[in-house]
Nanobody
């Protein structure tokens, strides 16, 4: 059973940076898998942030974070990262790491593995 554990959240001021990590274990993702980051703010639906294809490393981003966030992976460490720069108060949310077989990566309902989430709070 694949397990995902996120870390790296915290409180940061507007314009600041954070790097989230997601360790994949028990076993790692198969090669034809996609790793994604989602976020959920209070009272809102879970939304797509970024995705990376595990075998080739191609990436996709939500328009709201494009140019500010970078998703990456370290296969040797079985870890997915989300580097978040130029943070805004509207980025405040619980951030989740997730995994799914390759295909539609945008909808959270397509993901079958989820981490517990890590809180990111951006103060104005």
């Amino acid at each position: 059973q694949v397990q995902l554990v996120e870390s790296g959240g915290g409180l940061v001021q507007t314009g600041g940076s954070l790097r989230l990590s997601c360790v994949v274990s028990g076993p790692t993702f198969p090669s034809r898998y996609t790793a994604g980051w989602f976020r959920q703010a209070p009272g809102k639906e879970r939304e797509f942030v970024a995705a990376i294809f595990w075998n080739v490393g191609n990436t996709r981003y939500a328009d709201s974070v494009k140019g500010r966030f970078t998703i990456s992976k370290d296969n040797a460490k079985n870890t997915v990262y989300l580097q978040m720069n130029a943070l805004k108060p509207e980025d405040t949310a619980v951030y989740f790491c997730a995994g799914k077989p390759n295909g539609d990566f945008y909808s959270p309902t397509n993901y079958n593995y989820w981490g517990q989430g890590t809180q990111v709070t951006v103060s104005s």
